[in-house]
């Protein structure tokens, strides 16, 4: 049985998917790779790379693909270090429930043809805050793991 730590709260009234995820840490001269999402109507945040898995794709695909679309970089997943759940509404306010795999990466290049989410912009922060700035709870304790390892 799955024994990953839950973060977020559950909304009266709403139904909460779950949804299979993949998120990485990549880290460069003593900083890690975040994304600082921005839409309308919201004020900007700041996530790990990485996101709900596609049929078919196991979960170290979809963190090279999402990495390749969000932060336009090429990277390999090496071995998963942790996992925890995050109760959330998106942006649209859909209820989900993260089922997250976290990767340690390794970056292969820079390729901003990968890039397609103009939202989304790469980010460098010092550990320390990258874990105070993070949107999800699951992604600040993951951070903190990683740096406990």
């Known amino acids: 049985m799955r024994k990953a730590p839950q973060f977020g709260d559950l909304l009266p009234g709403r139904d909460y998917a779950d949804r299979p995820a993949a998120f990485g840490l990549l880290e460069r001269d003593g900083q890690v ?17 990485g996101g709900g898995v596609d049929p078919g794709e196991t979960p170290d695909q979809a963190v090279v693909r999402e990495y390749g679309e969000e932060a336009g970089l090429k990277v390999r997943a090496g071995a998963p270090f942790a996992e925890a759940d995050q109760y959330f509404l998106n942006t649209e306010g859909v209820a989900w429930n993260n089922r997250s795999v976290f990767y340690r990466l390794e970056l292969l290049a820079t390729d901003p043809s990968l890039k397609i989410e103009d939202d989304h912009a790469l980010v460098w922060l010092p550990p320390l805050e990258a874990i105070a700035s993070l949107r999800h709870d699951s992604h600040a304790w993951a951070v903190a793991a990683w740096l406990r390892a």
Do not use: C, E
């Open 33 to 49: 790779a975040v994304v600082r999402v921005t839409k309308p109507d919201a004020q900007p945040w700041f996530d790990l790379p």
